[in-house]
């Protein structure tokens, strides 16, 4: 059972290039997350997708786009990589029925650095 | 705003002791709060919820309190071990952002043999 997958794990970009980071779930999650961890700053959101079919903006979204593909994936694109995007990428995914006391299952993380 | 403090200072605690680790929060008037453990190159990974009219949750070594009145949360491991060290983070629900989390910066735990 993989659980939630991201790939990559590691990715270096230059300022100015263009990526998508994926994620993929197989626990049948109804809710998708995107969230960056910076040294100090904590885990913060940048989108989510509360369901299939829809995609709502988080704390920092700005300089990011999402596609919720299908129920199982859930990839971030950074259309123009700028040195403040450098961080620590998590997908997660919930149940996202019966209300908020569902706990959320992690990705390992995508390490992207932008020179 | 909403705000999650956690004890940013790194606890270091001998084998075999009570680790007890802080989650405070403002603004917020949660029903439930979450604990997650994270080790370095790792997602994080769920422990604990509790449940506001719960006060307190065991899990094997694990204990977690919930006062909703000091807005204080705490999270104890009995018997410490070396493999119990990493960093562990408390988080509540966003407000306005489906089910997700707002999480704490977490506190780092170091147990020496």
Redo the contacts between chains.
């Keep these: 059972n993989a659980g939630?997958t991201q790939t990559p794990k590691f990715q270096v970009l230059k300022t100015g290039q263009s990526m998508t980071l994926q994620c993929a779930q197989d626990m049948n999650h109804n809710?998708m997350?995107w969230?960056r961890q910076d040294p100090?700053?904590?885990?913060r959101?940048i989108y989510?997708?509360?369901s299939e079919g829809t995609t709502?903006k988080?704390?920092v979204p700005n300089g990011y786009n999402v596609s919720r593909l299908n129920k199982r994936e859930f990839s971030l694109r950074l259309e123009s990589a700028a040195p403040s995007q450098t961080s620590v990428y998590?997908c997660?995914s919930?149940e996202?029925v019966g209300g908020?006391?569902?706990?959320?299952?992690?990705?390992?993380?995508t390490r992207l650095s932008i020179l | 705003s909403q705000k999650i403090e956690q004890n940013s200072e790194a606890l270091n605690i001998q084998e075999g002791k009570t680790a007890t680790l802080t989650c405070n929060y403002t603004n917020y008037s949660p029903a439930y709060l979450q604990w997650y453990r994270q080790d370095p190159g790792r997602g994080p990974v769920f422990l604990l919820l509790i449940r506001e009219n719960e006060k307190e949750k065991r899990k094997e070594r694990l204990k977690v309190t919930f006062d909703t009145t000091l807005k204080q949360s705490l999270f104890h491991i009995t018997a410490s071990q070396p493999a119990d060290s990493a960093t562990y983070l408390c988080a509540l629900v966003l407000s306005n952002s489906g089910y997700a989390l707002n999480f704490g910066k977490g506190t780092s735990l170091l147990v020496t043999p």
Excluded: I, K, T
């Design positions: 939630v809710s997350y969230y100090g700053m904590g885990l959101l989510y997708s509360a709502d988080g704390e998590f997660a919930s996202g908020r006391n569902q706990p959320q299952h992690f990705g390992d993380g």
